[in-house]
C-alpha cells in the first residue's frame, strides 16, 4: 500500500532543506512547479552577450543569431521557480546540419526551490566548429525539462556559423 506523501517524514525534511524560509503551507503537494525561463544569452570572451530574444525572433533571413566559427562560448539562462520544488531540471539542445544531427547536449541544472530572485545558470565552455564544411546554417531545438518530464520551454531555431564575427552595425 503506497504511503500518503503528507505522512513521509524523509520527503517533508527534504523539503524543509530546500525551501529554507518558505513557508511550508503555501507549498502544496499537488501544486505543481511553476519554472519560466527568463532569458537565453551567449558570452563569448571579449565580446558583448548575445542576448536572445524570448520568444524566438529571427531576423529576416530566419536566423536567431551567428557565431563565429573556433569561438569559445558558454550558455548563460536565467529562470524563475514558483509554487513548488522543480526536481532534476535539465537543458537538452540537438543541432542539425543539412538534416543530419551534428550534435546533441543535455546538461543538468539541478533542483530548486522556489524562490523570489531567479536563478542562473552557466553552461561549461565550448568551441564552435571551424573550417569550410562547419560554416552554413544549422537548424536546432532546445528544450528545459524536469524529472517528471514537464516541458517549460521548447524552442526550435535557425543560427548560422560564420567565418567572422557579424559587425554590429546595421
Not at 37 to 53: M, Y
Not at 151 to 157: D, F, K, R, V, W
Not at 160 to 168: F, G, L, N, V
Request: glycine letters at 6%; aromatic letters at 12%; one cysteine or more.
Amino acid at each position: 500500500m503506497r504511503q500518503n506523501l503528507r505522512d513521509d517524514e524523509s520527503l517533508r525534511r527534504w523539503k524543509e532543506q530546500l525551501l529554507g524560509s518558505v513557508d511550508l503551507s503555501s507549498v502544496g503537494e499537488t501544486s505543481e512547479p511553476e519554472v519560466k525561463i527568463l532569458s537565453l544569452s551567449i558570452q563569448s570572451p571579449g565580446r558583448p552577450d548575445i542576448v536572445l530574444p524570448l520568444p524566438v525572433e529571427p531576423n529576416s533571413k530566419g536566423v536567431w543569431f551567428t557565431l563565429k566559427e573556433g569561438s569559445h562560448y558558454k550558455l548563460k539562462f536565467a529562470f524563475s521557480v514558483r509554487n513548488n520544488i522543480v526536481s532534476g531540471l535539465r537543458y537538452a539542445n540537438t543541432v542539425w546540419k543539412t538534416g543530419l544531427k551534428v550534435d546533441s547536449t543535455k546538461e543538468m541544472l539541478g533542483t530548486f526551490s522556489p524562490q523570489l530572485e531567479p536563478y542562473t545558470f552557466k553552461t561549461p565552455e565550448e568551441t564552435t566548429p571551424s573550417g569550410y564544411f562547419a560554416r552554413g546554417s544549422y537548424s536546432a531545438r532546445t528544450k528545459f525539462i524536469d524529472d517528471d518530464r514537464r516541458c517549460y520551454l521548447e524552442i526550435n531555431y535557425t543560427f548560422d556559423i560564420r567565418r567572422e564575427w557579424p559587425s554590429t552595425t546595421s
